[in-house]
């Protein structure tokens, strides 16, 4: 009977999760996902459970601005974006679809 190979994959993250983009335009902020601390940074990626999470950006001087997103489950990256001069410019850019797109 043959020998059957075994191959040891890197780890790889369960199905269910997804990558979480923090970025801040024009400075850093006190970055927080679902109460967590992440420093005071200009980014941050991390691997959260898909679903809804709070993201919050709070600067040095000004208003703290947070977010309400949406992960999906697929690996996709979602992205927030903060902008620590301007506050109305903060915003969340979905994750991209998978595939390929459609040709005509």
Do not use: Y
């Not at 020998?3 to 335009?25: E, F, S, T």
């Not at 697929?74 to 903060?90: C, Y």
Request: glycine share 8%; hydrophobic share 35%.
């Amino acid at each position: 009977m043959p020998k059957l190979l075994r191959l040891k994959l890197g780890k790889q993250p369960p199905a269910d999760d997804a990558n979480l983009i923090v970025q801040v335009v024009d400075g850093t902020c006190v970055i927080k996902i679902d109460e967590k601390d992440h420093g005071d940074t200009a980014s941050v990626k991390v691997t959260v459970a898909g679903g809804e999470h709070v993201v919050s950006c709070t600067p040095a001087v000004g208003d703290v601005q947070s977010h309400t997103v949406t992960v999906v489950e697929n690996g996709q990256p979602t992205t927030v974006i903060f902008s620590v001069t301007t506050g109305a410019d903060s915003r969340t850019i979905p994750a991209p679809p998978v595939g390929r797109p459609e040709t005509n």
